[in-house]
């Protein structure tokens, strides 16, 4: 029998890379298998879905904001078209299994499929869960976790495993030898990747806009440098025309794998996914968590790897160009400090939740199938 799984997920990469490291991992064990995401036209998903070939169908569905407003009337609307329209896709599809892994087209996905008695997995990424996640809880027949104290959110206990977060395989696989040659990093030359997320963020953007104009001359460093979709044309503006070897401004960075793998020291904000990245490949960091999250949880990721002595932690409102640069400068010099943190950083890294939740989905199928 043909395994047929739908995966939802979307928004942001955060939600959807978790999504593609278990379709990945359930393609590896089955290689047969039919894999279908449902995502929407406004996320990333658009883009990163398809590039690592896997289907992927739309449906219109939006975030509610916490105040009354016209915007607020849309998206009850396109709640009831989204539940319409992804009832009619499990319908036409009849998948063994359906996963959510966040964002708010996992509501009207995992709805239908849990009251068509499908069987259902939704994943959390972060200490804290969202809240389509912990409505969705109700619903479905298992809750993956990242953080063990998650647990405490969810009611039914029953259903909550910890598994971490799923990491895409090729992030495992690459040496630094290899991504460095891959991309034309020198040997001896230090390497600094910085980047705010997928949607970037305007602050660490504009702080690393004046960085750059200010030592482009005198970096010291090699620097790969994402500034989010949204915000490239703006920032390439900001900056004026660089055109050095040793600066690689970029929209987005699809290459993640080789990138991190390359990497001396990374720069970013400090959301599940990437923490689970950085820990996993053992890469020291600058973390800036987000101070626009749900209950601080950012900040939360960050500290706990400061206390392992993993990364530096500097809050946003302390972000300045002169204060960044001599961070960077510091640890890149203090080599010793830097080969700690990287092994600080490795020794947090949970690297088998693929595995985890391979055999998650397997236990939940056997169950629905005896029952």
């Known amino acids: 029998m043909i395994l047929k799984v739908i995966i939802s997920g979307g928004g942001t990469a955060g939600h959807i890379n978790p999504g593609l490291a278990i379709a990945k991992y359930i393609k590896k064990k089955e290689p047969g298998a039919r894999i279908l995401f449902i995502g929407t036209e406004r996320g990333l998903e658009t883009k990163l879905v398809p590039r690592e070939n896997f289907e992927i169908k739309m449906i219109k569905v939006r975030g509610f904001r916490r105040k009354l407003s016209v915007d607020t009337l849309v ?18 599809y009849k998948p063994d299994l ?21 069987p259902t997995l939704i994943h959390e990424q972060n200490a804290f869960p969202g809240v389509t996640n912990k409505i969705l809880s109700k619903f479905v027949d298992k809750v993956a976790i990242s953080f063990k104290e998650s647990e405490k959110y969810f009611k039914d206990k029953s259903k909550v495993v910890f598994t971490g977060n799923p990491i895409r395989s090729e992030m495992l696989e690459v040496s630094r030898e290899t991504a460095r040659k891959k991309l034309g990093i020198p040997k001896d030359v230090p390497l600094v990747v910085i980047f705010g997320g997928s949607r970037g963020a305007e602050n660490i953007n504009s702080t690393v806009a004046e960085l750059i104009k200010k030592h482009k001359d005198d970096l010291g460093f090699h620097l790969i440098y994402a500034t989010g979709e949204a915000q490239y044309e703006g920032i390439m503006k900001k900056i004026g025309d660089v055109k050095l070897p040793n600066i690689n401004i970029l929209p987005y960075i699809f290459d993640m794998a080789n990138t991190m793998a390359a990497a001396d020291l990374v720069v970013c904000r400090a959301g599940a996914i990437t923490i689970s990245e950085l820990t996993a490949l053992g890469v020291p960091s600058i973390l800036i968590p987000s101070p626009y999250v749900t209950a601080n949880h950012q900040e939360h990721n960050a500290r706990a790897l400061e206390q392992q002595g993993a990364s530096v932690v500097i809050l946003e409102k302390n972000l300045r160009p002169d204060i960044l640069y001599e961070q960077i400068t510091t640890l890149l010099k203090s080599n010793g400090i830097l080969s700690q943190m990287a092994q600080n950083a490795k020794s947090m890294g949970i690297t088998n939740a693929t595995e985890k939740i391979f055999g998650i989905i397997k236990d939940i199928m056997k169950s629905k199938t005896a029952s």
Do not use: H
């Open 75 to 92: 998206a009850v609307k396109e709640l009831f078209q989204g539940l319409l329209e992804a009832r009619k896709i499990i319908k036409d």
């Open 98 to 118: 359906v996963i959510g892994t966040g964002g708010y087209v996992c509501g009207p996905v995992l709805f239908n499929a849990s009251s068509m008695k499908i």
